[in-house]
């Protein structure tokens, strides 16, 4: 096919009807994808369309995900640089597309040196208004929530981004399947009060305020992932809470030293196995916590608690402190509900769950969400 001589570049700042979502800062020129399922939307016409990226990384490279009307239709890794990627050609030019552009990783707090960002298009087409969608919807978690391990054989165990997924993922499918718009708040092998490992700093309610404050490095920081989040920019009718897997880990892997103060954190067991009682009230202190912190930051949302996609060691104490604090503040737009677990059918790369866990997990969520949206 000769080159087309009709496309034309268009800085992603200039483009009035361009959709972004996912946390961000107010910055379009370039315009910086933080958080797994964040991307830019278009509805536009011509044959051809190309993306400008910049991808930068020490370990764990960006990938992305490409969606034409709804459908994906392909996935690729973004090597280091700045330069064009084809998103599509050939394609009938007096037809509308909708296109999303998809960043399909988590934010890499394990690599200071990892960014995505989007500077320019260029098409022989125009683009037209995004339809907005009747809902929003907030999602926050773990691993689980990154979609780590959606995607690949079961026999994969190497920690990388090619096995992560936000499209083969329960907070894409049920937001596709409520007809609302996402965003995604994220980190494998992180909890609400400590890591899988014991390591105190690992917990995203601490960083749930800012733009994405998780990402450390001095790049990162200049890019705004330290910013003081907007909300009132993007209020979400539900938030979907995913966490405690590796709070509840944390009972079973060794203690963590801190390397600067020497102070020693563990999760301890009692002697029948049971969980240390102190230790279980402090993970419920910390659901309370959060809980008070998003109705803060989300108003009117109905906060969700969902649990339970590898198994569910921790839901008794979510039920007591989701209990604790409605009983407390007279918050009734709070609920549990428990995910269906992850079984030998089920399980994905990386022992994490896979797309049909995924699957039956959106399902459970779609009917649960559908009676709380209908009063929206």
Not at 270 to 281: M, S
């Amino acid at each position: 096919m000769k080159e087309n001589n009709k496309l034309q570049v268009h800085a992603l700042a200039e483009i009035e009807n361009l959709k972004v979502h996912g946390r961000t800062t107010g910055q379009r020129a370039p315009l910086t994808l933080f958080w797994t399922g964040s991307a830019i939307e278009l509805q536009v016409t011509g044959s051809e369309l190309w993306v400008e990226v910049q991808s930068e990384y020490d370990i764990y490279e960006p990938w992305i995900s490409i969606l034409i009307n709804g459908v994906p239709v392909s996935r690729q890794m973004l090597t280091e640089g700045r330069y064009w990627v084809c998103v599509f050609r050939g394609m009938s030019e007096g037809t509308v597309k909708n296109v999303r552009i998809v960043k399909d990783v988590q934010a890499m707090s394990a690599d200071p040196g990892c960014s995505l960002q989007m500077y320019a298009v260029k098409s022989d087409g125009a683009f037209l208004p995004v339809a907005e969608k009747p809902y929003k919807i907030e999602f926050i978690g773990d691993s689980i929530t990154s979609g780590e391990g959606a995607i690949g054989a079961k026999a994969e165990e190497d920690w990388i981004p090619m096995w992560f997924s936000a499209i083969h993922n329960y907070t894409f499918k049920t937001a596709e399947a409520l007809d609302a718009d996402y965003r995604v708040i994220s980190q494998s092998g992180w909890g609400v009060l400590t890591s899988w490992d014991n390591n105190p700093n690992g917990n995203i309610p601490a960083y749930y305020e800012q733009v994405c404050g998780l990402l450390t490095g001095e790049k990162n920081q200049a890019l705004g992932a330290g910013d003081r989040h907007d909300f009132e920019s993007w209020q979400p009718d539900v938030v979907v809470i995913n966490l405690g897997s590796n709070d509840g880990g944390a009972f079973h892997t060794p203690e963590w030293k801190d390397p600067v103060t020497g102070e020693v954190y563990k999760q301890r067991l009692n002697e029948d196995g049971g969980y240390h009682e102190e230790d279980l009230t402090a993970f419920e202190y910390a659901v309370d916590s959060f809980l008070v912190k998003l109705r803060k930051s989300n108003p009117k949302a109905h906060l969700v608690w969902a649990y339970g996609m590898l198994g569910f060691p921790m839901m008794p104490a979510i039920y007591r402190a989701v209990d604790c604090y409605t009983k407390r503040t007279g918050d009734r737009t709070v609920s549990v509900i428990q995910l269906p677990d992850t079984t030998e059918e089920t399980i994905g790369a990386r022992t994490h769950p896979g797309e049909l866990s995924h699957r039956r997990a959106a399902e459970t969520l779609v009917g649960y969400l559908q009676g709380i949206l209908v009063e929206v």
